[in-house]
């Protein structure tokens, strides 16, 4: 089992290094060019800076029994595929039973903004979203060890 992080705009990036550590799961981080992710204990993957190339590049790495960590719905979806257990920053876990729900939220989404509609931005991270996404993980890697 491996740890990949989508780590363009991942907020628990060293929440989840930590994590992986006390179970001793390997943890490769996943960013393009335009964002400066590096941390002791973590491979780093550098990919060109385009439209979903991290996500490809993840998608061709992720085996069955991995973890995720993307707060990218399309990219859940595919990892899903995969067999991979995947989650958000938040702690959410996504499933074959939210999955559907989420991807049509995210195209509702993507026409309020082609009509000029444009969503309140997210709220600032808060101690119980970590604590959340620590709990959850835990449990993951708990049921793989």
Known sequence: MTILIDADGCPVV???LQ???????PVIILRDTSHQIEREGA???VFD??????DFALVNRVK???VVVTQDYGL???CLAKCARVLNQNGLEYTADNIDALMLRRYENKKLLRAGKHPKGSPKRTKEQDVRFADTLEKILNCNH
């Open 19 to 25: 994590i992986a550590k006390q179970f001793g799961v």
């Open 14 to 16: 060293d929440l989840t």
């Open 49 to 54: 800076k385009g439209i979903d190339s991290v």
């Open 76 to 78: 859940a979806s595919m």
């Open 43 to 45: 491979q780093t993957m």
């Open 64 to 66: 069955p029994g991995d």
